[in-house]
């Protein structure tokens, strides 16, 4: 895989079923590079990123966010169907690994290396818009913490434009009510997210003063 920036990644082990897939790569208004890549299943790649290019790697278990450096990410079974360890193996510059299903980050130096384990790692779709306007759907994993991106890249739509009203995260500190698009409202509700605006307390995407 190629990038505009002259930044490559290379898939140099995998099983049958392993992917890594372009989710976005875009210009920021600054000028700098912004692209992620989503991998699944047992395989390995290696990824060398220009210098002053943002890239980030999303495993099952981890997120990859790194800046110029040359690294090694291996994604394997974590002796279950759900379970998934990534290992990170540095050769140069700095990265910052962050476990999602804990949202704890690790930075690696140089000759660094760390590793990341996961349970079953709860997923949903959402539109996202780019700052250029481009508008897609995508997975991300349930935890506030793994959000990617959001500042720069453009914002997390919660509605396609009259949606339905759920309750997002109830019982939690997170949550909140909010409206999706009738595209993403199955995968909501599979990860337990109920019909309806949340109870008192639970906060409010809406402005009304109602």
């Given at each position: ?13 995998g ?82 690994v962050?476990?999602?299903e804990t ?7 140089s ?20 700052a250029?306007g ?24 919660d ?52």
């Amino acid at each position: 895989m190629n990038f505009a920036d002259g930044s490559t990644v290379t898939v140099t082990n995998g099983s049958g079923s392993y992917g890594c897939i372009l989710i976005q790569s875009v210009q920021l208004a600054d000028g700098t590079l912004y692209s992620i890549i989503k991998v699944q299943d047992n395989g390995t790649i290696d990824a060398q990123v220009t210098s002053g290019s943002k890239f980030e790697v999303v495993t099952p278990s981890a997120i990859v966010g790194v800046r110029g450096t040359e690294f090694t990410v291996t994604t394997s079974a974590n002796g279950s169907v759900a379970g998934y360890r990534t290992d990170v193996v540095l050769t140069s510059g700095i990265v910052v690994v962050m476990d999602r299903e804990t949202g704890k980050p690790t930075t690696l130096k140089s000759g660094g290396t760390t590793s990341t384990t996961t349970g079953d790692v709860l997923q949903h779709s959402h539109w996202h818009t780019h700052a250029n306007g481009e508008r897609h759907m995508h997975e991300h994993p349930s935890q506030n913490q793994a959000h990617h991106g959001k500042p720069l890249a453009g914002t997390d739509d919660d509605s396609g434009g009259g949606g339905t009203t759920i309750c997002h995260k109830p019982g939690t500190p997170a949550e909140k009510t909010m409206e999706v698009d009738a595209s993403a409202l199955d995968a909501h509700l599979a990860h337990g997210d109920s019909l309806g605006a949340c109870s008192v307390g639970g906060g409010d995407d809406d402005d009304d003063d109602d």
